[in-house]
């Protein structure tokens, strides 16, 4: 088992920053790619970013230029860092842990709200 730990949401005015960071522990040797996806009410789970262990990086283009995955393995944290936030990226951010099928993890969510 994996189990991540997300910090860093918070209320926000636009076009402010937050660092929101999602700190894995347990069997991570089963880990391929590490995720945040984000889910606004009413709407659908959506992924935001993506990091490999390799170190490749995509973002869904409405968070390109702003947001940025980086990764720290010697704490195994993963990290978004979240600039120019926009009142529509007000959402819960969930990490995700992803491995070789079936392995699939997620943390609780932290809330992000991005005031006008």
């Known amino acids: 088992q994996v189990q991540l730990v997300e910090s860093g949401g918070g209320l926000v005015q636009a076009g402010g920053s937050l660092r929101l960071s999602c700190a894995a522990s347990?069997?991570?040797?089963?880990?391929?790619?590490m995720n945040w996806y984000r889910q606004a009410p009413g709407k659908q789970r959506e992924l935001v970013a993506t990091?490999?262990?390799?170190?490749?990086?995509k973002y869904v283009d409405s968070v390109k230029d702003r947001f940025t995955i980086s990764r720290d393995n010697a704490k195994n944290t993963v990290y978004l860092q979240m600039n120019s936030l926009k009142p529509e990226d007000t959402a819960v951010y969930f990490c995700?842990?992803?491995?070789?099928?079936?392995?699939?993890?997620w943390g609780q969510g932290t809330q992000v709200t991005v005031s006008s």
């Open positions: 995700n842990a992803r491995g070789s099928s079936p392995y699939d993890w």
């Open positions: 990091i490999t262990n390799g170190g490749s990086k």
């Open positions: 347990g069997m991570i040797f089963k880990i391929n790619v």
